[in-house]
């Protein structure tokens, strides 16, 4: 009895630490884009995180030769899960507060049920399907209230959900891989492509993007926000369902719109919230029907 308490009791903390960190990390992220710009910004995210958990892994033993990594789930991580997604998030950031990217992330648990049922062959039921269509009437709120050119970056947030989505749903098909095999690789491919591409595309000033500052941001986002943060995700994912996992989209984007408010003054008002409460009414109603 004593062991299955400590069991859950690693699992609360772990999904708490998650939720705590990722509510944080949109906050991180506009911060961060003062100083460098989208692609390159979110290029050193990863190019940080890869390697600091590479190290990690060095340390624990827990590499495995090349010949023996499961590269289709590397690529599809590189790829989806720290490639499109960051970068649709970075760009949505831009023009779109960091508490609201937030909120319309939130739609991401009706892409994993999607997926799921495409993937994995799980049933959703009509809730699910009504919840999802409360949740695209607070997106369609929110980007109303942004103005024409702002809806794209707006959309932007719920395509990078698009794109985690099917990486989380994936990411449950092959949980059974050690993520100090997968997640290390992954980060690095996807970093040192962003990374490249961006100083080709966006020709960032190179003295704002390495200032103490912005290292700073990449730091944090970087080793928090990505290598603890992802981590964690797997680890829950190895240990409870995928719809447990996927309430944390009702929790972080609580967290995000209240530290964007309270400690970096974003505007919230009245069809804002109208917006964010069809969002996390439509979440919450398909995430407890199944």
């Not at 989505?165 to 993520?179: E, F």
């Amino acid at each position: 009895m004593p062991r299955r308490f400590d069991q859950r009791l690693s699992i609360v903390a772990a999904y708490a630490l998650m939720c705590g960190i990722w509510g944080t990390t949109w906050l991180g992220i506009k911060f961060s884009l003062r100083y460098a710009p989208p692609i390159t910004g979110a290029g050193l995210r990863f190019l940080t995180a890869g390697a600091a958990m590479y190290v990690v892994a060095l340390l624990l033993r827990r590499t495995v030769p090349a010949r023996g990594l499961p590269w289709n789930v590397i690529a599809v991580f590189a790829a989806f899960l720290f490639g499109l997604n960051y970068v649709l998030t970075y760009m949505a950031e831009t023009h779109v507060g960091s508490g609201l990217t937030a909120v319309l992330f939130g739609v991401l648990p009706f892409f994993v049920f999607g997926f799921g049922h495409w993937m994995l062959g799980e049933r959703t039921g009509p809730a699910v399907w009504f919840g999802a269509a409360l949740a695209l009437a607070g997106v369609a709120v929110i980007s109303s209230t942004a103005g024409t050119q702002a809806t794209w970056y707006a959309l932007a947030a719920v395509g990078a959900a698009f794109s985690s989505a099917y990486a989380n749903v994936y990411a449950k098909r092959h949980a059974h891989h050690d993520p100090f095999v997968t997640l290390p690789p992954s980060m690095l491919i996807s970093g040192a492509a962003m990374t490249a591409l961006g100083f080709l595309v966006e020709r960032p000033d190179a003295a704002a993007a390495f200032s103490l500052p912005s290292l700073a941001a990449v730091l944090y986002l970087a080793l928090l926000g990505s290598g603890v943060a992802f981590f964690l995700n797997i680890w829950l994912l190895q240990r409870t369902a995928a719809w447990i996992v996927g309430l944390s989209a009702l929790i972080i984007p609580v967290i995000a719109v209240l530290i964007g408010v309270f400690a970096a003054g974003e505007y919230f008002g009245a069809r804002e919230i109208a917006g964010a409460i069809l969002v996390i009414a439509g979440v919450w109603l398909a995430l407890r029907s199944s």
